[in-house]
């Protein structure tokens, strides 16, 4: 696809991704235009009746109910979106503030915000141009994202005089929480797929029993995301010694190992929950008033209120913390001797006495505290009911949670690469052959960038393996989905 359809009512994950990283052109449909044009001429009659509207012909927070004067409503809108420029410290990717402005068109797209296609028209020619937006990410309770979403407003729009109700439906607008959650999902999405990869070649360097993913033993457990997981690594390890008999070296491997195909199902699905209801906010309103074009009418609501998100959030860094610590476990078990069978740290002794590869699993431990602290849930919240006169009693935090996921999502990048790392200098070690179908095409791959460490080597460094990773993606997509 060329563009990206924007209809207010569809937008994907995958979209996102798309239209922030790869910057692919969007399109709001000629639909969604006019029903743009319908929802604002909804409350254009609701401001000519002199219909009391919370931030439409009223004021908004502690002032709550006091009407506004209509020749006043441009430098009313001017003016709220001024007194909420607060937002501070540091300032968003240009990639999520894409993610944002994306996510921001596709609401507007849906009519239910009530602003002119005017709007909408600054919004794609600043997504299709490439335009740079400083955003600060600071400054969000979670009830939709005020401060920072003045930055984008006030930069795009700064010129314009906006129009009743125009103001208030940026500010109630959580664009920044749900572009990061988006593009913090699929980053987490395929860390696991790759992880389920790496965890294969790990048990071969381990010299592990391949009985966890017998298809008698996923049959003992019908969950979705085990069935997938286990099936997979099953399939990457087709033709693996580990097959043969006397190729497990325990009839029971630590947890870390037996436990793989549970704990990466068991994160699979908490993911397929999560997506699930991140893209069911894509199709939700998070405004407050909301047009209704079916009773033409404006609805005092709640929908700032993105508890769903934040729980969504919740959802997906919890499930890594036990993935992330197994994999701190398969590591620190290759690189001791005592599990392993192998030299200590994993290099042959020079006379020196260096610890070779258990440096290596110190750095890989610490990110994985780092890791594990982040998935904290941020659900637990506690408000002050003295704000805004005693109305905004609750928070949401769904851009703080929005953060940690993809600041996890970039730790689980480092921390699976460096258990790629160990497995490959274990397999070697070990000199047991075949590999599997797919680990043994992971394994040349790994080759190419990350030299075997001898006797007076140096371990290798981490960053040109994650560099090479990146770099040839898709023939690594390509291995992970081999035997889908």
Known sequence: MSHVDITGFDLTIDEIVRVARQKVPVAVTAEAIERMKTA?????????????????????????????????????????????????????????????MLVLLNTMASGRLGVRPLLAERLTEALNSDRRIEVHVWGSMGQSDMAPITDLALALYGDLDLQAGEALAMLNSSALALGIAALAMADLQRSLDFWSLIGALSMEGFAANPSIVSEAALRSRPFAGLERHGRRIRGYLDGSYLFVKGGPRHLQDPLSFRSLPLLHGTAADSLDFAWRQIETEFRSSQNNPIVSLEERSLVSVANFDTISLSMALDIARLAFAPVVTASAERVAKQVDSVWSGLTVGLIEEDGVGLPGFNGLAQFHKAITSEARLATAPVVQELASSSHSNGNLDRAGMATFAARKTIEVAGLCKSIAGVELMVAAQAVESRKATPLGAVTGKLFALLREAVPFAAAGDRVPHLDPLLRHVEARRGEIEALVGADD
């Open 40 to 100: 604002r001429a909804i409350i254009d009659e609701a401001v000519a009746r002199g219909d009391k509207v919370y931030g439409v012909t009223t004021s908004v927070g502690a002032k709550t109910g006091v009407p506004l004067a209509p020749e006043r409503v441009g430098e009313f809108n001017r003016r709220l979106l001024l007194t909420h420029n607060v937002a501070h410290g540091p300032l968003a990717s240009p990639e999520a503030v894409r993610a944002m």
